[in-house]
């Protein structure tokens, strides 16, 4: 079966610089959830969209923005990275339509290493 | 909102002794609850979830979970765990918000 697909799998950017990252939600999902997971740590929402449109908002910095296009991708956009932004980014979606407590599924994570 | 909390930051275990991992939360809310687990450089995968019904909820790799309301638990158990369960266990909670809150995580390390 289809997953949730992320790329890139691994970043290495210095500090200042910019990053995109990038989730293709499973087919017929509605909803992609943006988490990040420092080490050692549990996944920090940062950021949800429900049928292109911004759902809910976490812990997420004004440095950072993201979107939901109409083919139902996401891009995560990160600027002026800090040290303290190296973590593992996962994208997640679900099927809301279906079942707004349908499971989440994720992918398997960007890692972000900014020096 | 919904908070979980994971107790026990590691849990050593023999392989093919059994197991149990323990997650509690706290809602005012119907709170529903999942597990996931996350292997080594590897994304978060859906173990089981309670949404309704019975309490006892089966998942994948022989893993069972029992939702208890007057407690506010939702341990996570299997009988006899293998090499291969060594991995980092997440419970998490969801209410009527989207998002998913997570527990901080319990490491399980079986040995031999």
């Known amino acids: 079966a289809a997953g949730v697909i992320q790329s890139p799998r691994h970043l290495i950017k210095e500090k200042r610089e910019t990053a995109t990252l990038k989730c293709y939600p499973i087919?017929?999902?509605?909803?992609v959830y943006w988490y990040q997971q420092g080490p050692g740590q549990d996944p920090q929402f940062l950021i949800s969209f429900y049928e292109k449109m911004q759902s809910d908002k976490g812990s997420i910095p004004d440095r950072f923005s993201a979107q939901q296009f109409s083919d139902y991708h996401s891009e995560l956009n990160m600027s002026s990275l800090e040290l303290g932004d190296s973590a593992l980014y996962f994208c997640?979606?679900?099927?809301?339509?279906?079942?707004?407590?349908?499971?989440?599924?994720f992918g398997n994570g960007t890692r972000l290493t900014v020096t | 909102a919904q908070s979980v909390t994971q107790l026990d930051s590691q849990v050593p275990v023999f392989e093919e002794a059994p197991v149990e991992l323990r997650c509690n939360y706290s809602?005012?809310?119907?709170?529903?609850l999942f597990w996931y687990v996350q292997y080594p450089n590897q994304g978060l995968q859906l173990l089981l979830k309670y949404l309704s019904g019975s309490t006892l909820v089966k998942g994948i790799n022989g893993f069972e979970a029992e939702f208890n309301k007057s407690q506010t638990s939702f341990h996570l158990r299997k009988p006899s765990v293998h090499i291969s369960d060594t991995a980092e266990y997440f419970c998490?909670?969801?209410?009527?918000?989207?998002?998913?809150?997570f527990g901080t995580g319990t490491r399980l390390q079986v040995t031999l």
């Open positions: 998490a909670a969801r209410g009527t918000a989207s998002k998913l809150t």
């Open positions: 997640a979606s679900s099927r809301t339509s279906a079942s707004y407590n349908s499971p989440l599924h």
């Open positions: 809602s005012s809310v119907s709170v529903y």
């Open positions: 087919p017929r999902h509605d909803t």
